[in-house]
């Protein structure tokens, strides 16, 4: 019974997205794009980041993360239990809302940033829409997050499966119900509080910077709502990027 739950949870960051995909459609929340090119534009830089995730991030991290259980550094030095598994999430959450923001903070970083940003939409497919040098532009830091306080494996495991499922989430255009979107936003990321972190408008831009909980936004006061439902998305001064050569070039581009 035990093992079957266990295999339920394992399989929940890769079901639920599909669930969310198929969910957008029912319920879209802003105007649907499912323009060609977009959509292999976002596929295959999916699959090469998919890639650098499987191949070095993955191991990098966990490799980091038994180092520090053998030295018994930081949090690994606590006993193995579920209060040591939380403050390694929480403490993994946080951390990635503090590199979010250096990468829209540090004009070098932004480069690698912008085009996750030039999506002309936002659905689940933007969750997948990174460039691969963003992703190994981050690998030092991720190994940073962990080594920092002792991060043990349990908990690195748990967060890279809930992230998988909260950025599929908060990008995906699903429409929610409001007393549903009112509890949710309590506690994590929303499609609708996102979409205001991809607006052209940079004020609205510079906020919703959590990848998990909101708690990190409200306590860095940078947690923001928006009565308007349907909000331009994009960069200021720069054109959206539909087409696969056009996004992986986004980072050299003139006016980046
Ligand atoms: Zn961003």
Known sequence: MRADLRRIARSLPWALPIGFLLAERRWPLRPVDRDARRLRTNAVLGLLGALTEVLLDVPLSRWTARRSERRRWGLSRLPRGPWRTLAGVLWLDWTLYLWHRATHRHPGLWRLHL???LDPAMDVTTAWRFHVAELLASLPFRVAQVASAGVPGEALRLWQRLL?????????????????????????????????????????????????????????????????????????????????????????????
């Open 115 to 117: 085009p996750h940003h």
């Open 164 to 256: 998988v499922l909260s950025i599929s989430f908060h990008h995906s255009n699903l429409r929610l119900p409001d007393p549903m979107e009112h509890v949710l936003s309590l506690v994590v990321m929303t499609p609708r509080l996102h979409g205001i972190h991809h607006s052209v408008d940079p004020e609205l831009r510079n906020s919703n910077w959590s990848s998990g909980l909101t708690l990190w936004d409200r306590l860095h006061r940078t947690y923001r709502t928006e009565p308007r439902l349907v909000i331009r998305l994009g960069v200021e001064g720069v054109p959206p990027a539909r087409e696969l050569g056009a996004s992986l070039v986004a980072p050299l581009s003139e006016s980046s």
